[in-house]
């Protein structure tokens, strides 16, 4: 019955924010209990002696009242989550609420986000990553897939200090066509290793398989229009990888995969399918069409020498099938800044 299917929709949707409302109101407490175990170690106690002994007893007390959920791990968890979120420590403890912890940190992610997050040192870096995970709603899963695969400093890699700031206070941004290109991206989803042997059509249909991932990995606004897209004139057919639309930049995007290095006549071939788009496909009120050439390899100089210096719309970038080293991006950041 459509009635029966209705309220069924109507229950589960509300136990999901009952559910979300309580898990929040645990992060929020989580903050308060750290603090609080922070304040008793700071009353002129030796933390590594007295610390310790206090966690095992608050955590004996704590598990018989309220369960296994405050291990000693647990406590001195929510005790750096203090530590490591406490963005002002001028509101006195005594007017300190539930409701005023808005007014300190805003925490909108589950405890298993925050006790990921606590683990990234650069404060710059985490920001980024809380703001993320909140206006794209990632899972855990797809926060470590992020982070693991070195989002942040690919795209801190591509702008200026004023650039990696932004990235911090907001997140990304997507306002022009090169906010929306990475280098390099990270394909290590598809489960192809670098030394394998795989062909053009090979690297499509893994990514189409894994189309959820791709998706994740491009950046905000994308969505899926068609693969080996036809497209023909003076007699002539042309077949086009994939095409996606990013609803953010209001335009077409049409990406070529090139497996080994690129050419110039890639570039020229890309050209063209941009060139096509802008005049037989997109509306007047949409943005120009961007091209993307994903490939193994590239010389910057021949990219450069290849687009006119106004360039705006082709873009080439490189892909690995393997997760970059945090060590190498890092020092490419630092090199970069």
């Known amino acids: 019955m459509e009635i029966l299917t209705d309220i069924q929709n109507i229950l589960k949707q509300a ?8 898990n929040l109101a645990m992060v929020q407490a989580y903050w ?4 609080r175990i922070v304040e008793e170690e700071q009353e002129g106690k030796t933390r590594a002696i007295y610390g310790k002994a206090l966690l095992k007893n608050l955590s004996i007390e704590l598990k018989n009242e309220f369960g296994k959920g405050f291990s000693v791990d647990n406590l001195e968890n929510m005790r750096l989550f ?3 979120f406490s963005i002002s420590q001028t509101l006195s403890a005594k007017s300190e609420t539930l409701s005023r912890i808005s007014e300190t940190h805003d925490f909108q992610l589950s405890w298993s986000h925050y006790l990921m997050l606590i683990a990234v040192k650069d404060l710059n870096e985490r920001a980024f990553y809380e703001i993320e995970s909140i206006q794209n709603n990632w899972s855990l899963r797809e926060l470590k897939r992020q982070y693991n695969s070195g989002l942040y400093m690919r795209l801190a890699l591509s702008t200026d200090k004023l650039g990696v700031k932004q990235l911090a206070e907001k997140g990304q941004l997507i306002e022009s066509p090169m906010d929306a290109i990475k280098e ?20 499509e249909s893994a990514l ?8 994740l990995e491009l950046c905000k606004g994308f969505t899926f229009v068609a693969r080996q897209k036809r497209i ?8 086009i990888d994939l095409v996606f639309y990013n609803r953010i930049l209001k335009c077409f995007v049409i990406i070529d995969l090139k497996i080994g290095e690129l ?18 496909v997109k509306l007047d009120d949409e943005n120009k069409t961007i091209g993307i050439i994903l490939c193994q390899k590239k010389s910057d100089l021949l990219v450069e020498m290849t687009l006119p210096e106004d360039n705006e719309q082709i873009f080439a970038s490189r892909y690995q099938t393997i997760l970059p080293s945090k060590e190498e991006l890092r020092t490419l950041l630092q090199g970069n800044n």
């Open 15 to 22: 136990r999901q924010k009952a559910y979300q409302s309580i």
């Open 32 to 35: 308060l209990i750290g603090k």
């Open 82 to 84: 203090y530590l490591e």
């Open 184 to 203: 390099p991206y990270i394909l290590e989803f598809l489960n192809l290793k670098d030394h394998y042997q795989y062909a053009e059509s090979d690297l």
């Open 208 to 215: 189409i398989d894994k189309l959820e991932y791709f998706l």
């Open 232 to 239: 023909s004139f003076d007699e002539k057919h042309f077949k």
């Open 263 to 280: 050419k110039h006549q890639d570039i020229g071939q890309m050209q063209m399918y941009v060139n096509y788009y802008d005049r037989q």
